[in-house]
Structure formats: structure tokens, C-alpha cells
């Protein structure tokens, strides 16, 4: 029952590796995603709760329900993270992903949450994985967001789209004919990525 500013500190000091509090902890996460209306501690639990992989089908649902309007784009793309990271624990489960699906057709998010949309969509509907990406490749030419084409290449190296080799080149001419390519940490991110492609 303590501040927000508490409840962070909280979940910022938490050893994961402290299984003698894991119990209290997880009911902890459970209760404030609820009842918070924060989204910065949102953001902090939703971390949190892929850190410790709980494993929990109300959560998630929960946590999809962040997606609609009239929350931030950080806490979606938080949410979307989440989607990516525990999509093998929840694969086999019957989960409603219609508030990822309606992202795409919002005029209020912004690309780089509708390209991250996009490859939470390619896990799950691998069978519809040419229309998902040809909208990553439209949305990517429109972006003048240097954050959406590293947070793009990012998720690429870290997880397994089952993509070809040559679609994330092509990806990544996109990138380059770009101003914002220019931009030191852009250059790193497509480096890194011509790296992890050979």
C-alpha cells in the first residue's frame, strides 16, 4: 500500500534470484498490474514479470488490454515485448490477440509500435508471415524514427522470426538510403546486424 515511487523502488531492488520472496513478489506484480494507474510502474511490472517468466493467462490479457487507446506508446511497446519474449509459454494457449491485431488499423499509434505489432503477429500467424512483412517494409519506409529502425534490427537479433536473410538486407537498404542513417547509434545497430547475418 506504499507510493508509486515505493512500489518502484521495489521492483527496481528485487533480486531476482531471491526465491524466498518470489511468492509474495509474484502476487505483488498480479495486484498493482490491476490496479495501477501509473504507466511508468505498468511498464516496471509488466519488466519484471517477463524477468521472472510468470507464467499466468490472466496477466497476459491484462497486459493486452494496455494496447487499446488512450495509453502511451511506451507502455505498448513494453506490452509488445512482453508478447515476444513469453511467446513460447503461452504458444498452445487459446489467447485473444485481437488487441495487437488493431493496432494496425489505429491512425493513432505510431509506426514503431505498429512494426513491433507486426513481428508479435509473425509468431503468431507465421501462415500470414508475407502480408506482415511487406507492412513492416512499408511502415519502415515511411519512419523518420531512428528509434523504430533499431528497435526493428534489434528484435531481429534477439529473436527468431524464421525471416529470410535477404528480406532484412533488403530492410536494411531501406535504413541506409535514410538521413537518419547518419546517426551513430543507427550505424552501430546496422553493423551489428550485418554481423549476426554472416
Given at each position: 500500500?506504499?507510493?508509486?515511487?515505493?512500489?518502484?523502488?521495489?521492483?527496481?531492488?528485487?533480486?531476482?534470484?531471491?526465491?524466498?520472496?518470489?511468492?509474495?513478489?509474484?502476487?505483488?506484480?498480479?495486484?498493482?498490474?490491476?490496479?495501477?494507474?501509473?504507466?511508468w510502474?505498468?511498464?516496471?511490472?509488466?519488466d519484471?514479470?517477463?524477468?521472472?517468466?510468470?507464467?499466468?493467462?490472466?496477466?497476459?490479457?491484462?497486459?493486452?488490454?494496455?494496447?487499446?487507446?488512450?495509453?502511451?506508446?511506451?507502455?505498448?511497446?513494453?506490452?509488445?515485448?512482453y508478447?515476444?519474449?513469453m511467446?513460447?509459454?503461452?504458444k498452445?494457449?487459446?489467447?485473444d490477440?485481437?488487441?495487437?491485431?488493431?493496432?494496425l488499423?489505429?491512425?493513432?499509434?505510431?509506426?514503431?509500435?505498429?512494426?513491433?505489432?507486426?513481428?508479435?503477429?509473425?509468431?503468431?500467424?507465421?501462415?500470414?508471415?508475407?502480408?506482415?512483412?511487406?507492412?513492416?517494409?512499408?511502415?519502415?519506409?515511411?519512419?523518420?524514427?531512428?528509434?523504430a529502425?533499431?528497435?526493428?534490427?534489434?528484435?531481429?537479433?534477439?529473436?527468431?522470426?524464421?525471416?529470410?536473410?535477404?528480406?532484412?538486407?533488403?530492410?536494411?537498404?531501406?535504413?541506409?538510403?535514410?538521413?537518419?542513417?547518419?546517426?551513430?547509434?543507427?550505424?552501430?545497430?546496422?553493423?551489428?546486424?550485418k554481423?549476426?547475418?554472416?
Amino acid at each position: 500500500n506504499g507510493f508509486i515511487s515505493e512500489k518502484k523502488d521495489l521492483i527496481e531492488l528485487y533480486d531476482i534470484d531471491n526465491y524466498t520472496e518470489r511468492e509474495y513478489v509474484v502476487d505483488f506484480i498480479k495486484k498493482e498490474s490491476i490496479r495501477s494507474v501509473d504507466d511508468w510502474l505498468k511498464i516496471s511490472l509488466i519488466d519484471l514479470a517477463a524477468r521472472l517468466k510468470i507464467n499466468d493467462i490472466n496477466l497476459l490479457n491484462n497486459y493486452l488490454s494496455y494496447l487499446g487507446s488512450g495509453y502511451s506508446y511506451y507502455l505498448k511497446l513494453t506490452v509488445l515485448d512482453y508478447a515476444g519474449y513469453m511467446y513460447e509459454t503461452y504458444k498452445n494457449e487459446k489467447i485473444d490477440y485481437s488487441f495487437i491485431e488493431a493496432l494496425l488499423s489505429s491512425n493513432y499509434d505510431r509506426l514503431i509500435v505498429k512494426i513491433q505489432a507486426l513481428l508479435i503477429l509473425i509468431l503468431i500467424y507465421p501462415g500470414r508471415i508475407i502480408f506482415y512483412m511487406e507492412r513492416i517494409k512499408k511502415y519502415l519506409k515511411r519512419s523518420e524514427d531512428y528509434r523504430a529502425h533499431i528497435r526493428l534490427y534489434n528484435s531481429f537479433m534477439n529473436i527468431d522470426y524464421r525471416i529470410p536473410k535477404s528480406y532484412i538486407e533488403d530492410l536494411m537498404l531501406i535504413t541506409e538510403q535514410k538521413s537518419l542513417s547518419s546517426s551513430k547509434a543507427v550505424k552501430s545497430t546496422l553493423v551489428e546486424m550485418k554481423r549476426s547475418l554472416v
